[in-house]
């Protein structure tokens, strides 16, 4: 059950020496071996994806620089992986004990991170395919686009394995 955004933080106290200490409900991976699995999957989809994406972005491919439908899909693709990075941090940063609204909102925030990333990776092999088709461009032109979807490909290959490694992602409450 999702909480509201900031009910989280009646469970935090203060302690005797005036630090504030949680003492809500925390939860813990299933096993070390489940952690350690997860997230080092986790860094290598993003990072995988995020490399996929810049190195697409250094192929000079006509649909890049000229279509919308092309351009904007990618960059939100970029920073979509880029603000996943983050949550995952966050989720790496915990150890073994996981707080119990960091568990809701970063798991839940990584699955769709990933979903949106797969959905944009898509629309824009879609329009990179839209612009090679109605080009009559040179065959360089063409090759570079190619270059440039299978980049994008490979990227949303990696976020949907991220996906799927997500569903597999197992708590138990301490």
């Not at 059950?1 to 469970?11: A, F, P, T």
């Not at 351009?71 to 966050?90: E, G, R």
Request: glycine fraction near 8%; charge should be positive; hydrophobic fraction near 50%.
């Amino acid at each position: 059950m999702r909480r509201k955004k900031r009910e989280h933080l009646n469970d935090y106290e203060l302690n005797e020496k005036g630090e504030y200490v949680y003492r809500g409900q925390m939860w813990r991976w299933e096993s070390p071996e489940a952690r350690t699995r997860t997230i080092r999957a986790e860094w290598l989809f993003s990072g995988a994806g995020l490399a996929f994406l810049i190195a697409a972005g250094f192929v000079p491919a006509s649909g890049v620089g000229s279509t919308f439908f092309v351009l904007i899909p990618y960059v939100l693709a970029v920073v979509v992986d880029l603000v996943a990075m983050t949550s995952l941090w966050k989720l790496a940063r915990e150890g073994e004990q996981v707080r119990e609204y960091l568990k809701d909102t970063v798991s839940d925030a990584l699955a769709g991170e990933f979903t949106a990333m797969v959905i944009l990776c898509c629309a824009a092999s879609i329009g990179q395919l839209v612009c090679m088709a109605t080009s009559m461009g040179l065959l360089v032109d063409k090759g570079l686009g190619l270059a440039f979807l299978l980049c994008l490909l490979a990227s949303g290959a990696c976020a949907f394995c991220a996906v799927r490694t997500l569903q597999q992602l197992r708590f138990v409450k301490e």
